[in-house]
């Protein structure tokens, strides 16, 4: 009906590599839409299987503060998620967008410090969890000459195997992966009817990072910061 509609997305891949690497990847997504006259909602879920083999770069980078690591292993992963999605008028367009998700990882890999100072190399860490939820609202006028947006990401995401007894970083969060992050902008447009100017925008955006462990186990921070942006365009 046009009240409910329900969509199926089932996918597979093959992956195949001179190593004699091949990996099957099934996955499958659903959507159901609801239409209640002004407010739509739409229901999205995935699940599936996922695989990747080492880059370039992680085999045989060769360079400054990094080197490769020829010995890696593919990465392999189950994924879920599931969230909604509703829109409105609002004096204008409005959407909030909210998603939970979860990736269990094998032999995933991992830029890590090395025995020489200040150079990362990558490696296979075992088996991860990552899991957390992302949240979106974004907000314009029916003209689009004003759009307000802001998303919070949470992830955590955790070494869930014991490379010894007494391994520091089992079921720690994994190195430089921020538990929070989020971002709000502001994008204003103006049309102008001047000679040969035709708009003015302007366009403002703060980026918010937090706190990030620097080595595996250890209780060495990364400072929180805050990147702030924006620019001014004319058109002609």
Do not use: C, M
């Not at 990558?122 to 899991?131: A, H, R, V």
């Not at 007894?165 to 969060?173: E, I, L, T």
Request: charged share 20%; hydrophobic share 35%; aromatic share 16%.
């Amino acid at each position: 009906s046009d009240i409910v509609k329900i969509s199926l997305y089932p996918s597979l891949r093959f992956d195949h590599y001179d190593t004699n690497t091949e990996s099957w990847s099934p996955k499958i997504g659903a959507n159901i839409f609801l239409n209640f006259q002004e407010t739509a909602i739409n229901l999205h879920s995935t699940f599936g299987r996922n695989f990747r083999v080492p880059t370039f770069n992680e085999y045989f980078y060769a360079g400054a503060g990094g080197i490769g690591n020829p010995l890696l292993q593919p990465e392999t992963s189950r994924s879920f998620d599931a969230g909604f999605t509703l829109r409105r008028d609002f004096f204008g367009e409005f959407t909030f967008d909210w998603t939970y998700y979860s990736i269990s990882t094998e032999n995933r890999i991992a830029w890590l410090p090395a025995q020489q100072a200040y150079v990362s190399t990558p490696k296979n860490i075992g088996k991860t969890l990552s899991s957390g939820f992302e949240t979106e609202i974004r907000w314009s006028t029916f003209s689009d000459r004003l759009t307000i947006s802001a998303n919070y990401s949470y992830i955590d995401a955790r070494k869930k195997n014991r490379e010894s007894v007494n391994d520091p970083a089992y079921d720690k969060q994994l190195s430089y992966i921020p538990l929070e992050t989020g971002n709000i902008g502001l994008t204003l447009r103006i049309p102008i009817e001047y000679e040969h100017v035709t708009s003015f925008t302007f366009w403002l955006n703060d980026n918010y990072t937090g706190e990030r462990f620097i080595v595996e186990g250890s209780n060495a921070l990364l400072p929180s910061y805050h990147l702030v942006e924006g620019n001014v365009a004319l058109g002609f």
